[in-house]
């Protein structure tokens, strides 16, 4: 069945990019409203932006989407991945500001407050998007595909020169909690090479070693370390969800990203539902339900949150 929350959550943090203090409060929704965001400072124009890949009109380094009145939110996919992988499937996001908070740069903070909120079912069946064929989209040197699949499936490869990071893979089920187990606590991570070149373009101005995994060839400069070894290729199965829930529904299918980001994902679901044959809606059977993200889970489940 569909989930909301069972009363509103408030969170506070620091826009990454931006290095704005941003407060976001999560709302409880009604059946078949879908995830929406409401820009609580804007008076004068409109003030509701969807959560839809079709409103995405930036994907350098982060998600952003805009209304046609060009009210925008950025940085959403971590929040979108928290949602996915939690089960929420109606809620609107509260936001005083134009990016999501950073938090600690993965997605833990997020799930804790909603899981231990609570959701709550409501009285209609969840729709899902059932993959039926292939859909590849491929640029430079990536290469990213959903593929039909029972249940949602990310299958992830990085490559980067940087020894501290190096060639990682990763392929996880994301059905039952799998997210929330092994993907939510991972943090966005940069080379500290590029950090002076981003900063001089008015971007990651919030960043510090507090919110993101810091590299510099085969070094970790954060003084903890990786959370797991191989947490750089995890934070891109993280994103992966959290931009692949801007389809509106959860997916039943196999994704498979090489090298892939923000854009790869978002040019994948525009060719996903601009191919014929290639998907379909599906009313979710209670036997369905326990393939998707986030069914049968709870604050009890995870106790390190």
């Known amino acids: 069945m569909q989930k909301t929350l069972k009363s509103p959550v408030t969170l506070r943090g620091t826009g990454l990019h931006s290095g704005k203090p941003a407060n976001l409060r999560l709302v409880p ?4 409203h879908g995830i929406v965001f409401h820009r609580v400072d804007i008076t004068d124009r409109d ?15 982060c998600t952003r989407v805009s209304n046609d009145d060009g009210v925008e939110v950025s940085t959403i996919e971590h929040l979108m991945a928290a949602l996915a992988g939690t089960g929420v499937n109606n809620a609107v996001i509260e936001i005083d500001g134009p990016e999501v908070p950073i938090m600690d740069g993965s997605a833990i903070s997020f799930v804790r407050e909603i899981l231990n909120t609570g959701l709550i079912e409501q009285n209609a069946p969840v729709r899902a998007i059932r993959v039926l064929r292939d859909v590849t989209v491929t640029f430079d040197d990536v290469v990213v595909t959903l593929s039909p699949a029972d249940n ?5 490869s990085i490559d980067f020169s940087d020894r501290a990071i190096g060639e990682q893979h990763k392929k996880l089920n994301m059905a039952n909690g799998t997210f929330v187990r092994e993907l939510s606590d991972c943090r966005t991570f940069v080379r500290r090479n590029d950090v002076e070149m981003l900063q001089a373009n008015g971007l990651a101005l919030g960043g510090s070693l507090d919110n993101a995994i810091v590299v510099d060839q085969d070094k970790v400069l954060n003084p903890e370390g990786f959370r797991r070894a191989d947490e750089c290729v995890r934070h891109k199965m993280l994103d992966a969800l959290g931009d692949l829930y801007l389809a ?4 039943l299918g196999r994704y498979v990203g090489n090298r892939a980001g923000h854009r790869a994902t978002n040019e994948l679901l525009r060719a996903l539902f601009a191919t014929d044959g290639a998907w379909e809606w599906v009313t979710c059977s209670p ?8 069914t049968d889970i709870k604050s009890s489940d995870f106790p390190t949150l």
């Open 29 to 32: 929704a009604g059946v078949g």
């Open 47 to 61: 003030q509701v932006i969807p959560a839809n890949y079709l409103a995405v009109n930036d994907t350098q380094l």
């Open 152 to 156: 949602l499936e990310i299958d992830f």
């Open 248 to 251: 509106g529904a959860p997916i």
């Open 287 to 294: 036997e369905q339900d326990h393939d998707l993200p986030g």
